[in-house]
Nanobody
Framework: QVQLVESGGGLVQAGGSLRLSCAASGRTFSIYVMGWFRQAPGQEREFVAAISWSGADYADSVKGRFTISRDNAKNTVYLQMNSLKPEDTAVYYC?????????????????WGQGIQVTVSS
């Protein structure tokens, strides 16, 4: 089992920045891919970004504004979010995949965090 705990969410004005963190514990040796998804009210959960040994992948809606990074020594993944927009408002979820290939599909991820609220005011 892998446990994931997110932190760093909150309220920010449009144009501002936030950094999300997700710390993994448990069977962390089994983690190949770490990613972020988000879900706005009334909408489906959507892919935001993921990072694996082969590199990073981003949704078009966040490319150039968000940066995903990973500290393997701390088993932690980060999401630096800049130039935030009101449409970025959502609950953000950290997820990990125990298969060595990146994916944008939520049901291909094996473990999930509890989610953290990010609200961007206009």
């Amino acid at each position: 089992q892998v446990q994931l705990v997110e932190s760093g969410g909150g309220l920010v004005q449009a144009g501002g920045s936030l950094r999300l963190s997700c710390a993994a514990s448990g069977r962390t040796f089994s983690i190949y891919v770490m990613g972020w998804f988000r879900q706005a009210p009334g909408q489906e959960r959507e892919f935001v970004a993921a990072i694996s040994w082969s590199g990073a992948d981003y949704a078009d809606s966040v490319k150039g504004r968000f940066t995903i990074s990973r500290d393997n020594a701390k088993n932690t993944v980060y999401l630096q979010m800049n130039s935030l927009k009101p449409e970025d408002t959502a609950v953000y979820y950290c997820a990990v995949r125990t298969y060595p290939q990146g994916s944008r599909v939520s049901n291909s991820y094996d473990y999930w965090g509890q989610g953290i609220q990010v609200t961007v005011s206009s």
